[in-house]
């Protein structure tokens, strides 16, 4: 069954490996440690959260644009080891044309390769086609970010191409964007078995 949605609502997305839960102004504390001694896991990132100012500006600006209806922010926790992963969201959610986009994804170094976001991105995108009722769902990366394109190939996501020098990066140089997506047909003929099958 089809839900509109809405950015007050507490969404809530589990399985047996995996809890997305809202990220909430609580959150800090369960993410700080990344912030301080993992710093390169935003080095192809547009919006950095290394050290603790930067891991409160990141949570706040998320929390914000949540509140403004622009995008929706989850804390990962990982149900394996008991502790909290990193995080994901929603965002550029277009009702009126069914599309969003799934993004602003990082994990913990030790989370990597463990199938933690298999199963993450499972529930999301079971959510933006089956609850949503999302006719795509789009994802972009630093063309540059060889272990994120891999991700997201490895799930089911197809190539669309390049957007050349679109984004400015902190230190002044310009990136180039690969954008990839996941049609609903192609979510329900065949990605979500296929997907299902790996977790």
Known sequence: MSTTFNPEAN??????????????ADDPEHLLP???NEPDTWNYSLTSAAGEDGMKA???AAINA??????Y???VFDKATGQYAGCTRFYDIQPANQTLQLGYTWYGEKFRGTGLNKHCKYLMLQFAFEKLNMQRVEFRADARNQRSIAAMKSIGCTVEGILRSNMPLADGTRRDSIVLSILKSE???EVKQKLKSRL
């Open 11 to 24: 969404y809530i997305l589990e399985d047996d490996r995996v809890t997305l839960r809202p990220l909430t």
């Open 34 to 36: 990344f912030a301080l």
């Open 58 to 60: 990141y949570i706040w």
């Open 66 to 71: 949540r509140a403004a209806g622009k995008e």
């Open 73 to 75: 922010p989850f804390i």
């Open 187 to 189: 979510w329900e003929h």
